[in-house]
C-alpha cells in the first residue's frame, strides 16, 4: 500500500525567506510524485512532477523538488517566497499497484510580511 | 477553455435529502474522477472514469453514485445525505492518452457541502 506524510501542517515564514516543505512516501514499487497548490477557495493546481530521470524537478512559481529515492522523500524547495505563495500545499504519489492518486494532508503555507 | 467547472458552488442539505453534485470538463479529456476534502485531510477519491460508460470505485465510494454517459460530463449522486457527507467536492480531469498514474489532474473549483 502507498501513503503519503507531510511533516508539517503549518509553515509560516517571512517574505522572500526560503522555505522547504517535507514530504515522505512509502511504496515499495517505483512512483510518480507530485505536488499540487490550493489557493483559497479554489481547486488544486499541479506545482511540479517527478515521473523519471532527474532527481530535482523545477515547476512553476520558482518552486523545485528534489527526489530522494534512499530517503523516500520528494521535499519541495523555494529560495525566496512572496506573499502570493500563501496557500496549502499537497504531495500526492502514485505507484505502480495502486489504482489511484493518494494525497497527503497538507500544509499550510503563510508567508508573513 | 473554461476547463473544469462544478455546480452548485455550495449547498445545505437535510438528512435524508437527495441531490447531484455536476462537473463538466470541455478539455475533452478521457479520464474523470471525484474526491471529497475534509478539513486536515487530503483528497480521498470517490469515484472515476476513463472513459464515457466506465466507472469504477475509488476509496470512499459508499453513499455515493455516478454516471459518465458523455465525455464532458461526470455527476455525482448522493442517495440519502448524512451529516458524515459534508464536504468538499472536487470534480478533476486528465487526459487519458497514457498512463493513468502519469497525469496531471486539473480540478475544478469545488462544492461545498453541508448536511445537518
Known amino acids: 500500500a502507498q501513503s503519503v506524510t507531510q511533516l508539517d501542517s503549518q509553515v509560516p515564514v517571512f517574505e522572500e525567506a526560503p522555505v522547504e516543505l517535507r514530504c515522505n512516501y512509502s511504496?515499495?514499487?517505483?512512483?510518480?510524485l507530485f505536488w499540487y497548490v490550493q489557493y483559497p477557495n479554489q481547486g488544486l493546481q499541479l506545482l511540479l512532477k517527478y515521473l523519471s530521470g532527474s532527481t530535482l524537478v523545477k515547476g512553476i512559481n520558482g518552486f523545485e523538488a528534489e527526489f530522494n529515492k534512499s530517503q523516500t522523500s520528494f521535499h519541495l524547495r523555494k529560495p525566496s517566497v512572496h506573499i502570493s505563495d500563501t496557500a496549502e500545499y499537497f504531495c500526492?504519489?502514485?505507484?505502480?499497484?495502486?489504482?489511484?492518486?493518494?494525497f497527503g494532508s497538507g500544509t499550510q503555507l503563510t508567508v508573513l510580511p | 477553455n473554461a476547463g473544469v467547472t462544478q455546480t452548485p458552488k455550495f449547498r445545505i442539505l437535510k438528512i435524508g435529502q437527495s441531490m447531484t453534485l455536476q462537473c463538466t470538463q470541455d478539455m475533452n479529456h478521457n479520464y474523470m474522477y471525484w474526491y471529497r476534502q475534509d478539513p486536515g485531510m487530503g483528497l480521498k477519491l470517490i469515484y472515476y472514469?476513463?472513459?464515457?460508460?466506465?466507472?469504477d470505485k475509488g476509496e470512499v465510494p459508499n453513499g455515493y453514485n455516478v454516471s459518465r454517459s458523455t465525455t464532458e460530463d461526470f455527476p455525482l449522486r448522493l442517495e440519502l445525505a448524512a451529516p458524515s457527507q459534508t464536504s468538499v467536492y472536487f470534480c478533476?480531469?486528465?487526459?487519458?492518452?497514457?498512463?493513468?498514474?502519469?497525469?496531471?489532474?486539473?480540478f475544478g473549483p469545488g462544492t461545498r457541502l453541508l448536511v445537518l
Open positions: 472514469s476513463v472513459g464515457a460508460g466506465i466507472t
Open positions: 511504496s515499495s514499487v517505483s512512483v510518480y
Open positions: 500526492a504519489v502514485w505507484s505502480g499497484s495502486a489504482r489511484q492518486l493518494t
Open positions: 478533476a480531469s486528465s487526459y487519458g492518452q497514457g498512463m493513468i498514474g502519469q497525469e496531471t489532474q486539473y
